[in-house]
């Protein structure tokens, strides 16, 4: 039973994967490629015969086959390095030049259409214009016994020149610019990769790919920050906060204040009032800021004092002296990724959460952001 159940799951894997594309561009390929295919028979025939090509034969000395699978390439996947114009033209033209040359000097028909394709292969990746149909031109020219060199310019070239033309109107009048550009994000995502990171992949994997370098980079980017996005997109304020902060109150001691953050090891106490109101905050930059740093005393010692008031200074020394009133919040539905900015841009390391009645329910800390970070991008 495994066995035929691993037979059906190879079976299956034959079938390809269905294409990532909608219907509208699927005929916009399909009419780009009879467009094509029109001209490239109106034109040549025009050239070479003065007339249009209405018959079978006629048309077989105005256009060569392989032309066909180029429409694929340009009009199917535009984007694709094996479709651009010079790829088209120097592909299908350098490698019906090898063809005709073994053709006419190696009298063994199926020894010159092996070495046909093998030497067009090597001399497209050599002028840097791998096309596939090249390969299909160069035995087509062993196959029919062509020794006329001109042959390789008028159809080949010629054909192909045409191809190029309708190409080049047809895509970018149907918004698919051509000759390609790579398309590269206006401000493009951070990445954990690296270009050299993605040449060193490049060139672990060695085999030709039918996508730029620069859309694959772009293409990576893109989905690390849809992954990004999809992770962190759903995380809310609530959903990373320290709930049931440590607090203090206005009339707090400051020495108290200190020892509550010192037993609990947080660097800030949001204050409120009795009904849990958010009226400010009290950080450990707050203290310091009471402290003449440049007095010949230490700052152990000056902090001692400020926490060691005498009598005529307690009246200064309590949570509401040295507060900051102003604080930045944000409620328990905001999405994490707002606060980002807060954090990275305005200096803020602590951001308290409050609900729909404003009361403190939370606070938000550069440890917890980081926390929900790590995690979201290493899923």
Same mark, same amino acid.
Request: proline share 5%; aromatic share 4%; net charge positive.
């Given at each position: 039973?495994?066995?035929? +159940?691993?037979?059906?799951?190879?079976?299956?894997? &034959?079938?390809p994967?269905?294409?990532?594309?909608?219907?509208r561009?699927?005929?916009?390929?399909?009419?780009?490629a009879?467009?094509g295919?029109?001209?490239?028979?109106? =034109? @040549?025939?025009a050239?070479?015969?003065?007339?249009?090509a209405?018959?079978?034969?006629?048309?077989?000395?105005?256009?060569?086959?392989?032309?066909? @699978?180029s429409?694929?390439l340009?009009?199917?996947?535009?984007?694709s390095? &094996?479709?651009?114009?010079?790829?088209?033209?120097?592909?299908?033209t350098?490698?019906?030049l090898?063809g005709? @040359?073994?053709?006419?000097w190696?009298?063994?028909?199926?020894l010159?259409?092996?070495?046909?394709?093998?030497l067009a292969?090597?001399?497209?990746?050599?002028?840097?214009? &791998?096309?596939p149909?090249g390969?299909?031109?160069a035995?087509l020219?062993?196959?029919?016994?062509?020794?006329?060199?001109?042959?390789?310019?008028?159809p080949?070239?010629? %054909?192909?020149?045409?191809?190029?033309?309708?190409?080049?109107?047809? +895509?970018?009048l149907?918004?698919?610019?051509?000759p390609?550009?790579?398309?590269?994000?206006?401000?493009?995502? /951070?990445s954990?990769?690296?270009? @050299?990171d993605?040449?060193?992949a490049?060139?672990?994997? +060695?085999?030709v790919?039918?996508?730029?370098?620069? %859309?694959? !980079?772009?293409?990576?980017?893109?989905a690390?920050?849809?992954?990004?996005?999809r992770?962190m997109?759903?995380?809310?304020c609530?959903?990373?906060?320290t709930?049931?902060?440590?607090v203090a109150? $206005?009339?707090?001691p400051? /020495?108290?204040?200190?020892?509550? =953050?010192?037993?609990?090891k947080?660097?800030a106490?949001?204050?409120?009032?009795? $009904?849990q109101h958010?009226?400010g905050?009290?950080?450990?930059?707050?203290? =310091?800021? $009471?402290?003449?740093?440049?007095?010949?005393?230490?700052?152990?010692?000056h902090?001692r004092?400020?926490?060691?008031?005498?009598?005529? $200074?307690?009246a200064?020394?309590?949570v509401?002296?040295?507060?900051t /009133?102003?604080?930045?919040v944000?409620s328990?539905?905001?999405?994490?990724t707002? &606060?980002?900015?807060?954090?990275?841009?305005?200096?803020?390391?602590?951001?308290?959460?409050?609900d729909?009645?404003?009361?403190?329910?939370?606070i938000v800390? !550069?440890? %917890?952001?980081?926390?929900?970070?790590y995690?979201?991008? /290493?899923?």
């Open positions: 039973m495994l066995g035929k +159940n691993n037979l059906v799951a190879r079976l299956r894997s &034959l079938w994967a269905p294409m990532a594309i909608g219907t561009e699927k005929w916009r390929a399909c009419c780009g009879a467009l295919i029109i001209a490239v028979a109106a =034109m @040549a025939s050239w070479l015969n003065g007339a249009l209405t018959e079978h034969g006629v048309l077989a000395l105005a256009i060569v086959a392989p032309i066909g @699978a429409a694929v340009v009009f199917a996947v535009p984007s390095p &094996l479709a651009q114009p010079w790829s088209v033209v120097g592909g299908n350098l490698s019906a090898i005709i @040359a073994c053709a006419k190696i009298p063994d028909a199926s010159a259409a092996a070495v046909a394709v093998s292969i090597a001399t497209m990746m050599a002028a840097r214009c &791998l096309h149909p390969g299909a031109a035995l020219m062993v196959i029919a016994g062509c020794q006329q060199f001109h042959y390789a310019l008028s080949v070239m010629l %054909d192909s020149l045409v191809l190029v033309l309708v190409g080049v109107l047809y +895509n970018n149907t918004r698919r610019a051509w390609h550009v790579p398309a590269t994000p206006a401000s493009p995502p /951070r954990r990769f690296s270009s @050299a993605l040449d060193a490049l060139a672990h994997y +060695n085999q790919l039918d996508v730029s370098r620069d %859309d694959l !980079q772009a293409l990576l980017e893109r690390e920050a849809s992954a990004y996005q992770n997109g759903e995380i809310r609530s959903d990373v906060m709930q049931t902060p440590i109150r $206005q009339e707090m400051l /020495r108290e204040a200190w020892a509550l =953050m010192r037993k609990h947080v660097k106490l949001p204050v409120i009032d009795r $009904q958010l009226t905050i009290v950080t450990v930059a707050d203290f =310091m800021n $009471q402290i003449d740093l440049d007095a010949h005393e230490g700052v152990g010692w902090l004092a400020l926490l060691r008031p005498t009598r005529a $200074q307690e200064a020394t309590i509401g002296q040295i507060m /009133r102003s604080v930045r944000a328990v539905d905001r999405l994490l707002e &606060l980002i900015p807060v954090f990275s841009e305005n200096g803020h390391r602590h951001v308290p959460i409050i729909a009645q404003r009361r403190l329910v939370g800390t !550069q440890s %917890d952001l980081i926390k929900a970070l995690s979201a991008v /290493r899923v």
